[in-house]
């Protein structure tokens, strides 16, 4: 009999709650036999488990393995406790992601999200700052690129079961909360990095020529955030909760929502504000979020630009969604974008050799700079 009620109340929880992270906290005390509410993160998320996204973390094509410190994985003196995961049989060169958790966190809060993303054939790297609790934004980015000089070092390491496997020219970076900011921070400091994806990010900058001084117990504090500390060129998508202020009042205007705000138009981004959601958001993979961070990888590290569309469409679960990317197809040699390649773009290429000045569209042979052999380039095209 008791097996039978077990089994009934099974399946009526299925039938009306699809997933534990879909309950709020009454709706999540309500269930102690499969669910359990997480204070840190503000979701409600499986017994045991800490998906919080209630699906299957490797929901992807591709099996995986890890490589830890204990196998031979350098040890980088600007983070702890790395962990690289890497897919069985997918494609190399294998395109890689960073994380990094929020404040108190290790690396293994983030192993959801390196499950998720090596399942779809990436390597994903999760990390844990040196000191969980002091350890500032500075020294978290810090460490994001240290651990991305350890996965090129594992690039040229024999005994690596990924050696001469990876893309040493492609990295991202991710995190949540503290390490989403620190991404932010990560961005400033490397030009270079793909694709940048801040989990419910909160940054703390404190420069006093730029941020207006408020006196703590006799101290001078000046933390602000103003563009100059968000300009950047790498692609951000950026997840924030609806009331997430209402849970960090101390973090009011260095949110998710203001770094997106506060960040050049020149760089391409998206904001994902979750309809009543809090600080826990974008904690784990789940539903929308997942697959808009997945597509977000796709489109600026794989290039793959039929998912370009998918980014431009509103999400359900979005109280609020913000985007500068734009899907229209650029052709080749179109300097002044109006879709054909002419004498006008010829003379707009000259001008930019005669001032010194640079145009991604002018230089048709990428080697950075505008020079005659573009030009030539540009009138092979017009004559074909």
């Known amino acids: 009999m008791k097996n039978i009620i ?21 709706e999540c005390l309500y269930w102690p036999d499969f669910c359990e509410w997480n204070d840190e993160t503000g979701v409600c998320q499986d017994i045991g488990g800490g998906d919080g996204g209630g699906n299957d973390n490797a929901d992807g094509p591709y099996q995986y393995s890890t490589i830890t410190e204990s196998q031979g994985l350098r040890n980088g003196p600007d983070y702890s406790d790395g962990v690289v995961y890497y897919p069985i049989a997918a494609i190399p060169p294998y395109k890689s992601i960073v994380f990094t958790p929020g404040w108190g966190g290790n690396g293994s809060s983030m192993s959801s999200w390196a499950e998720f993303f090596v399942s779809h054939g990436f390597i994903a790297m999760t990390i844990g700052p040196n000191d969980e609790i002091n350890d500032d934004h500075n020294l978290r980015a810090e460490g994001l690129l240290d651990a991305i000089e350890t996965i090129v070092q594992e690039n040229s390491r024999s005994n690596s079961p990924i050696f001469n496997m990876i893309d040493i020219n492609s990295f991202s970076v991710g995190g949540y909360s503290m390490g989403g900011g620190a991404c932010q921070n990560a961005a400033m400091m490397d030009s270079s990095l793909k694709a940048v994806i801040s989990l419910n990010p909160t940054v703390v900058f404190e420069d006093c020529d730029l941020c207006p001084g408020e006196d703590f117990d006799g101290v001078t504090y000046c933390i602000c955030l103003v563009p100059e500390f968000v300009n950047h060129t790498v692609p951000s998508l950026i997840f924030a909760g609806e009331i997430e202020v209402n849970e960090l009042p101390d973090y009011d205007g260095m949110l998710g929502q203001d770094i997106y705000a506060n960040m050049p138009e020149t760089t391409d981004k998206i904001m994902f504000e979750g309809a009543g959601g809090g600080h826990g958001f974008a904690a784990y993979p789940y539903g929308e979020i997942q697959e808009y961070a997945l597509n977000w990888l796709k489109y600026n590290v794989l290039d793959d630009d039929s998912v370009c569309e998918a980014l431009l469409e509103y999400p359900s679960a979005a109280s609020q969604y913000l985007t500068n990317i734009d899907c229209t197809d650029s052709v080749v040699g179109d300097i002044n974008e109006d879709s054909t390649v002419n004498v006008q773009d010829v003379i707009l290429a000259v001008n930019l050799i005669l001032s010194s000045g640079y145009n991604e569209s002018a230089d048709l042979n990428s080697d950075s700079t505008i020079d005659v052999l573009d030009i030539v380039q540009l009138v092979n095209i017009i004559l074909n």
């Open 6 to 26: 077990f089994i009934l109340t099974l399946i009526l929880f299925n039938i009306i709650y699809a997933e534990c992270y879909e309950l709020n906290q009454e």
